[in-house]
């Protein structure tokens, strides 16, 4: 049995995406963001760098494993059940590259264009307008990617697809003239039953504060807890 540490985000929809395809037992456990989980002391000790989504594997040799960061997790599970990473040396290269480029920029550039975009109560036009910017400039390199290939690994569905689509879903609805090629593998990727499971993960918990809830607006409190204070004040 695997478990899940994580909410209805898009990092730990990943990790739900490929726990459906590949077929693993698991279950989920809850880390409302919001509430402040990710930082009490027991998840501390899964993740000291306080976020979800984190693994515990229990069915493995020896001590349970405890993995974070969604594209670590991605990854191990693929080669746990030895799908969704390519065979050949070239595939599996590209598929590392991909899985890469949305970890460090995907990843990211979009975290930071909602913080500065919705989430930050004070509007700075300079870092809005930089990762908006950053933001279309990655669904060009990936919709020219998507251009020569069917996945973003090449003929074959990987992890570097299930850790991009979560991200790219929002943004390409309603950009689909100008990202052709990524709305084509969007909707691929989406027709996935496996894919609308994963999606699926904590849904009911889905807050009205987050932009995908309604974005009812956060409370001081809860920016606190977010980006500021209460996170800082437990470092030495
Ligand atoms: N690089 C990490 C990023 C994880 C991350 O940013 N998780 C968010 C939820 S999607 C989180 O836990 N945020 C809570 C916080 O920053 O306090 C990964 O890919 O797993």
Known sequence: MIVLYGGPTPNARKVAIALEELGLAWRLELVDMLRGDQLAPAFM??????KSPVIVDQDVAGEPLVLAESGAILWYLAEKAGQLIPADPRGRALCHQWLMFQMSGVGPMFGQNAHFGFYAKEKHPYAIERYASEVTRLLRVLDGRLAQVPFLAGDAYSVADIATYPYTLRQVEGRRAAFPHLARWSDA??????????????REHLRRETIEGGLTGLTDEQRSILFGARQYALRP
């Open 45 to 50: 000790k899964l993740n000291p760098n306080n």
């Open 189 to 202: 990727v989406g027709a996935r039953p496996s894919v609308q499971r994963g999606m699926e993960v904590a």
